[in-house]
């Protein structure tokens, strides 16, 4: 099994950046993809970003792109999500997810992720 911890999440004024960490437990984290989600008040969570087990692949909501950058160090157990030129509709709550998978696919959609985190809020100031 895997844990994960977001941190980083926090009030940034438009246009500015933050970088959330998702901390894992667990010593097989480096076979794990890492996703993004972000969940908005009165709306369905939604995927942001993914990352294959070995960084080989990734990929991008297509709201984020050229914004945000998913990267991992699996040697500390990390997953990080860099954000840059945050809006106000950024805002959210932002999850770090996990399945076991060694495939250079990754998943988009909730349901496929086994693990999750408690989430970090990010609010985005106009």
């Known amino acids: 099994q895997v844990q994960l911890v977001e941190s980083g999440g926090g009030l940034v004024q438009a246009g500015g950046s933050l970088r959330l960490s998702c901390a894992a437990s667990?010593?097989?984290?480096?076979?794990?993809?890492v996703g993004w989600f972000r969940q908005a008040p009165g709306k369905e969570r939604e995927f942001v970003a993914a990352?294959?087990?070995?960084?080989?692949?990734?990929n991008y909501a297509d709201s984020v792109k050229g914004r945000f950058a998913i990267s991992r160090d699996n040697a500390k157990n990390t997953g990080y999500l860099r954000m840059n030129s945050l809006k106000p509709e950024d805002t959210a709550v932002y999850y770090c997810?996990?399945?076991?998978?060694?495939?250079?696919?990754?998943?988009?959609?909730?349901?496929?992720?086994?693990?999750w985190g408690q989430g970090t809020q990010v609010t985005v100031s106009s």
């Open positions: 990352i294959s087990w070995t960084a080989g692949s990734t």
């Open positions: 667990g010593r097989t984290f480096s076979r794990y993809t």
């Open positions: 997810a996990a399945y076991l998978s060694t495939s250079t696919v990754v998943a988009t959609t909730p349901v496929a992720y086994d693990y």
